[in-house]
């Protein structure tokens, strides 16, 4: 089959590779339909994330027709349309039973759990196409994907719904409705949002769906903020404005009540504290960037919530933890407990409460993905959210 594959910092190809078989008797084989490339991708494309090897396929938001069902799977059936969400877990373990599926002590094989624990004090759960450091699965920028533990995850979709309006359910969409939930979002509320990319627009709608009375959406490239607007923010461009004081005058000068950092390790901006972490990080003195995050934590209100969607990897400079500790903050974050959300969303999104489609910027044959990594990456003002079709033809 053909499938996207890493080779090394910005380097990604199409390949042939073998077909993916039934390996557990729990797992199902699936014929992707549509797939999408994530912001966290784009940490795979630069690198920042450990444990990738050449040929590792990439790819964890995706949906297609079940092809094949291991004898143990009960729930699937061949011929089914299903959104496969990113993180893959067993359904049984003590975490899953307690809902915190991006926990899941079970998918993450022993020959690679250790590397997580290593670095985090216990193993990642599984991940399709996300490193080693997550169990190395091949992921779903590709033809069929194997789909470990497929009568857990894997959410049956009516046949005639269209891909593009619930293929967001396998990611994006449930984590910015986490992001929400952490902010724990009370009347009269103003939620600040920092990353107008397709996480934090997902934030910015379910915050307002969750009881926001008001949300502030920051960035600095003008059609993802006119995106915002689109979802009913006010919106800060941080190249203009400086966004704390923008911040204190929207809010009375009391600070947002809840603060989003649904941007990660890659932080934009030439502040004298974002060009110094560069330039640790080209000597590998820090490996994650948190110009965006120290803004976040400096910006919100006393005794207000933090939530942290972003992906971070590592370790960071100049954490502000005094102004954690003294402000009263509390935070939160972690992977998405993707199945947590499932049935809720899928209910509102084919209910028409959620708008899923309005981020899709570029729909490409899955050939062509190697062009659209780069065009997410170099142009992200235009390029929003790309959506790659295998078996389309090239244009
Ligand atoms: N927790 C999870 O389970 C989960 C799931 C999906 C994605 N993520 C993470 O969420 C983050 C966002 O994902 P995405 O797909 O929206 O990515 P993206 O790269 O498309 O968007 C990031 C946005 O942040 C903006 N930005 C950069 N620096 C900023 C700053 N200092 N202030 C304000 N905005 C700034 C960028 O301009 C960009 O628009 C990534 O780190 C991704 O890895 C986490
Ligand atoms: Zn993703
Ligand atoms: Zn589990």
Not at 29 to 36: D, G, H, K
Not at 92 to 107: I, V
């Amino acid at each position: 089959m053909r499938a996207l594959t890493w080779h090394g910092k910005h380097d990604v190809r199409m390949d042939t590779v073998p077909d993916p078989e039934i390996v557990n008797p729990r797992d199902a084989i699936v014929r992707v339909t549509s797939t999408a490339i994530c912001g966290s991708d784009l940490h795979l494309y630069d690198h920042y994330i450990p444990t990738l090897k050449s040929g590792d396929i990439l790819g964890h938001e995706f949906m297609g027709e079940v092809v094949a069902v291991g004898r143990r799977n009960r729930k699937l059936r061949i011929g089914q349309k299903v959104v496969v969400p990113f993180v893959i877990a067993c359904g049984q373990c003590f975490f899953c039973r307690r809902q915190q599926f991006s926990a899941c002590d079970n998918s993450n094989p022993a020959e690679t759990a250790y590397m997580s624990e290593l670095l985090y004090g216990y193993a990642m759960t599984g991940a399709f196409g996300y490193s080693h450091l997550t169990g190395g699965y091949a992921g779903g920028q590709a033809e069929y994907v194997r789909v470990p533990y497929a009568d857990v995850g894997p959410i049956v979709v009516p046949p005639d719904v269209e891909d593009e309006k619930v293929l967001f359910l396998s990611d994006i969409l449930p984590t910015g409705w986490m992001a929400a939930e952490n902010c724990e979002i009370q009347p009269d509320d103003t939620v600040a949002v920092w990353g107008c990319g397709p996480v934090g627009l997902f934030a910015v709608a379910s915050a307002f769906a969750q009881g926001a009375a008001q949300v502030i959406a920051i960035d600095h490239y003008p059609h993802r903020l006119d995106l915002a607007k689109q979802c009913g923010a006010q919106v800060i461009n941080f190249d203009e404005v400086n966004v704390r004081e923008a911040l204190l005058e929207m809010t009375g000068g009391i600070g947002p009540d809840a603060c989003i950092d649904a941007v990660g390790l890659e932080s934009h901006g030439y502040s004298a504290d974002n060009v110094l972490d560069k330039a640790k990080a080209a000597l590998s003195l820090v490996t994650d960037r948190i110009h965006g995050l120290r803004q976040v934590i400096l910006a919100c209100r006393k005794g207000g919530r933090i939530s942290m969607p972003g992906v971070y990897g590592g370790v960071a400079d100049k954490f502000p933890i005094g102004a954690l500790m003294e402000k009263g903050l509390s935070v939160k974050t972690g992977q998405t407990h993707v199945q947590r959300y499932s049935a809720k969303l899928l209910d509102m999104v084919l209910n028409d409460e959620l708008d899923t489609t309005f981020l899709i910027s570029h729909r490409l044959p899955l050939e062509e993905a190697p062009q659209g990594y780069r065009m997410f990456k170099e142009q992200q003002n235009e390029v929003t959210k790309v959506v790659l079709k295998p078996g389309a033809t090239l244009q």
